[in-house]
């Protein structure tokens, strides 16, 4: 699992010409976008046959504030002649498309919001992606702008691997028996819940999750 | 089947009528609230779109209220416990109370924490944010909600309240048609906007013979533009193969389209149903009865989906009269005869989004 | 039509979001679009449709219209100075 961040208030133009340099539609962008952009840049930008369409890894964006800080600079707009280039980016899902168009990401995009910033309510919905039988991985990132000029932005690059607890006898991914998965199984054994969630311990076939309460089967 | 999911319960709030079945009978008798508002919003121009009367909901905040309503209603039907920590909520919406921007905290997690105190769900509500296909993304997540074992009941309720913020963000892409949108027509010149909310609630228990279940969904991105559909409707047709598989094609009746009545979408979809072999199947697009109703159309076109499939036809393509896409689309002006038990409900939405859902009676 | 043409290019860069351009980097004469132009897309025809409207009072109905006076820089001056009503 590799994990990057943007600290507030960072020059966005000067980390995309140190690590870009070659998309000017990333000008074009609200604040939020110019975010998951350059997060998926530092997560990715080493990765082998980087710009080969691919359609397993799904792109997965959170926020409280969704497209707040473009809403306002639209509705802003709107006094005088309301900007079409301001409208495309009122939707907290453009995040991930921008991240899909430059990474040739064909897979499932998809956005959340949030109360406030809940790792386990994250690594959740990440797990949940797995169930889709394509993804392999996932770049998720928190992307939380309540103005331009200030923000929460990190992200995270996770691979069906990394959920697979290191113990004995856990199987995982497609279609496999008795493990303990995101994926949903086409037959259960031994009772228990699926849950993508390390297990601290195993009992008798059925599963523990310890980050939710949840009623053995 | 274990990866199948019931539904157990359906409800709605629309212009056009407060239960399902009122509203699928102004839909098959060709009936619509989509009208001329010549000052709609403060808006410069007059808007064509179906919209809510305003007095009813006088001192309510309108997009809370409606999604309560349709919640409440699924959830009768479903007979459920709504506060039972094994119930989750599901709220689907682009732009969800955008028209205080300015006056109140419009973040959709505020106005889901509203819908879930009204309620009475006590677990944390989940929030889906996915462009137009917001409704059928929250359908997706419920069913993933169940099938992981988190919880025993999901409730999924999409909505959508039009406002001058989206109406003149429409207006300056010169998306909308000034009269009644035509989907699939060569005079097809624009989309009409629409307010709705639709909720359903799911679960992996309480199935009953001739009742529906969710067999298959996916999310696709086109990765190509972040407004306009992918020329080759890459994003759709993606959805459409890898739910196919989940579907017997004898059993397919057929498949409810987005059919926005834009000239790119309503041409990508033909597009990306030809791909997928599935031009011999009939089609239905609603947004000619209901408008475009964003958050709530991947559910209340699904609802309608399902009581079509359970009187055995197809709904008519209110707009359509001459085809009017490159593809041999099935569309129909008038009801048509079902045959089978399984419809796909497709759409796409801006950011490249596209989703596609297979439920089917048993 | 000199001064014109150089105001609406700096309009076009900042309405846009052309980073980094100045006027001496468009030709008057050059495409606008597709890949041998500056590769302005659909949204951008919109954009420019508003900011005819805002700073000339010229209102374009469609996107078509739009591609036809947008050829390039030079085509959208001679359009504005006969258009303008602002």
Redesign the interface.
């Known amino acids: 699992m590799r994990t990057v961040n943007i600290p507030s208030g960072t020059s966005l133009a000067d980390l995309y010409r140190e690590h870009v340099g070659d998309y000017p539609k990333f000008f074009k962008m609200d604040t939020a976008c110019k975010l998951g952009f350059l997060l998926a840049e530092l997560l990715v930008k080493e990765d082998p046959d980087r710009f080969v369409p691919r359609e397993d890894r799904a792109v997965l964006v959170f926020s409280r504030f969704g497209s707040l800080s473009d809403d306002r600079n639209f509705a802003a707009s709107m006094e005088e002649l309301a900007s079409p280039a301001l409208f495309v980016y009122t939707l907290p899902n453009t995040v991930t498309g921008e991240i899909a168009i430059r990474n040739k990401y064909a897979g499932e995009t998809s956005a959340y919001v949030l109360e406030a910033f809940d790792p386990d309510q994250i690594l959740n919905q990440i797990c949940l992606a797995f169930q889709d039988r394509n993804t392999r991985s996932v770049l998720a990132a928190w992307v939380d702008c309540p103005s331009d000029q200030e923000w929460n932005a990190i992200g995270w690059l996770i691979e069906l691997e990394d959920l697979l607890p290191p113990a004995e006898g856990h199987h995982c991914c497609h279609g496999h028996s008795g493990g303990g998965c995101c994926h949903h199984h086409d037959e259960e054994e031994g009772g228990g819940h699926h849950c993508c969630h390390h297990h601290d311990e195993e009992e008798g076939g059925g599963h523990h999750c310890h980050c939710k309460e949840n009623k053995q089967e | ?3 199948n999911v019931n539904i157990l319960g359906c409800g709605v709030c629309t212009p056009l009528g407060n239960t399902a079945q009122e509203v699928f009978r102004a839909v098959r008798e060709g009936r619509s609230a989509l009208r001329l508002h010549p000052d709609a919003f403060g808006c410069a121009e007059p808007v064509f779109a179906s919209l809510f009367e305003r007095a009813p909901f006088e001192g309510k905040s309108l997009f809370p209220e409606i999604c309560v309503r349709a919640a409440v209603a699924a959830i009768a039907q479903a007979g459920i416990n709504v506060s039972s ?1 094994r119930t989750a909520l599901v709220v689907c919406s ?2 969800g109370e ?1 028209e205080l ?2 006056k109140a905290d ?5 106005s ?2 509203k819908i879930a105190d009204a309620l009475g769900v006590t677990t ?1 509500p ?6 137009c296909i917001s409704g059928l ?1 929250g359908l997706v ?1 419920g069913r ?2 169940l ?4 919880y025993d009941q999901v409730v999924v309720v999409g909505a959508e309240v039009q406002s ?2 989206i109406v ?7 998306a909308l048609s000034d009269e009644a949108c035509k989907p699939f027509d060569i005079a097809r010149k624009g989309l009409n906007l629409g307010e709705a909310a639709a909720a359903m609630v799911l679960s992996q228990d309480g199935g009953k013979a001739g009742g529906f279940q969710i067999l298959e969904g ?11 559909p992918s020329r080759t409707g ?2 759709s047709f ?1 959805a459409l193969r ?1 739910v196919l598989p989940a579907v017997d094609p004898q059993e397919l009746a057929f498949i409810s389209v987005h059919g926005t009545s834009t000239l790119y979408n309503d041409e990508m979809e033909s597009i990306a149903l030809d791909r997928a072999g599935l031009l011999d199947v009939p089609v239905c697009a609603l947004k000619g009865s209901f408008g475009h109703t964003m958050g709530a159309a991947g559910i209340l076109e699904s609802v309608m989906g399902m009581l079509a499939l359970q009187e055995g036809i197809v709904l008519p393509t209110r707009g359509f009269e001459r085809l009017g896409v490159s593809r041999p689309v099935k569309v129909s002006a008038t009801e048509v005869p079902a045959s089978g038990k399984a419809f796909i409900k497709l759409l796409s ?5 596209n989703g596609a859902l297979v439920f089917r009676q048993s | 039509m000199e001064n014109l043409i150089n105001e609406l290019k700096l309009k076009v860069i900042d309405a846009l979001n052309l980073e980094g351009m100045t006027p001496q980097d468009i030709a008057d004469d050059a495409p606008l679009f597709g890949e041998d132009g500056l590769g302005l897309d659909s949204i951008d025809v919109l954009e420019l449709i508003v900011l005819l409207e805002k700073n000339y009072g010229i209102r374009l109905a469609t996107p078509q219209e739009g591609k036809k006076v947008f050829q390039s820089m030079a085509v959208m001056a001679d359009y504005v100075a006969a258009n303008r009503t602002k």
């Open positions: 089947m274990i990866s920590d682009v732009k955008i921007l300015g419009v973040t959709l997690a505020a889901a924490r944390p989940l929030v889906v944010s996915n462009a993304a997540q993933r909600l099938l992981s074992g988190l001058r913020f003149s963000g429409f207006q300056s892409l010169k996916a999310i696709r991105n086109d990765a190509n533009h972040i407004s306009g890459e994003g993606n890898y939405g801006f950011g490249g989004v």
